[in-house]
């Protein structure tokens, strides 16, 4: 190796490195130092779903009777154990919190699933609140992003003692301003109607519609005569949203449920809200559904 000898003008020498990069080994790339592992996001890579891509995909699996029960049983619970309302019941246990005033105050059970249909989720007697009864919409999806607004249903509701165009109109708020003692009637007077004629869910009229309201709490029940006299007076509204992260392990429970295998409670213990909209906003989605503007929108 002479040829890498350099002699000095001190008559020293020294060794220097060659330059360049050895010959590769046949059939082989050469690259200089160490050559790294690709990066995950490398197009060549196998893409392999994370932990939570497959608990959303799953979650997607459930069909929408599933979804409704389980928001149900989430929000009866959050209403028990974090609103701190009434007496507490056991987890799952088929007992009564006197406190939720519809369905005899059983709590929804995640398992076995009773699909309760339309109307009302649950009425509930608060404690330390600022008005004695709060109404609650159950709503639950794998989307974490959907907004009231495509939360929301309505329905056809009939109009009570006006005309369809009077009401339709809407140009008056929200409640009953009266009508005291109409327990047999279809619906408030001054309901404020969707642009297309019908209600928006968790409106004061859609609320307040004497059968929606009789199914629910029963006519001959104190609660029911208290709302449909006074209306929203003595009532807050409360829209629970379940989506991703917070329902994730209630659909892995449902799951393993529907496939006949056992799930302890605890598999499924925390009951908590993804997010939660009360009377304001829930008024501005019916103020804007039915078209109203300026001064119709002030409460």
Known sequence: MAWWRKTTFGGSSSVKAPTGTPAAKPETHAKAGTQEKAPHSDPAQP????????????????????LGVMGEHMADYHCQDT???????????????????????????????????????????????AKPYAIIEAKASYDPTKSLKALLGEAGDKTE?????????????????????????????????????????????????TRRLGRALGTASAAFGDI??????????????????????????????????????????????TR???????DKVVDNRAGLEGAARKR
């Open 47 to 66: 893409q392999t779903p994370n932990a939570a891509q497959q608990r959303t995909a799953r979650f997607k699996t459930l069909a929408n009777k599933f």
């Open 83 to 129: 609103k701190g309302w009434g007496a507490k019941t056991a987890h799952d246990g088929g007992g009564i919190n006197p406190a939720k005033l519809n369905d005899g105050g059983h709590l929804v059970q995640l398992w076995p699933t009773l699909v309760r249909g339309r109307g009302i989720d649950a009425v509930w007697k608060t404690t330390g609140a």
């Open 161 to 209: 003692g006006a005309s369809t165009a009077a009401t339709a109109s809407a140009g008056r708020r929200g409640g009953r301003s009266g009508n005291k003692g109409s327990g047999g009637s279809s619906g408030a007077t001054d309901t404020i109607r969707q642009t297309n004629g019908k209600v928006t869910q968790m409106g004061h009229g859609w609320i307040q519609n």
């Open 228 to 273: 449909r006299d006074r209306g929203e007076k003595v009532y807050s509204r409360h829209v629970l949203f379940f989506s991703i992260p917070q329902a994730v392990a209630h659909a892995e429970a449902l799951i393993k449920l529907i496939a006949q295998q056992s799930v302890p409670t605890d598999f499924h213990a925390a009951h908590e809200v």
């Open 276 to 282: 939660e909209w009360g009377d304001s906003a829930i």
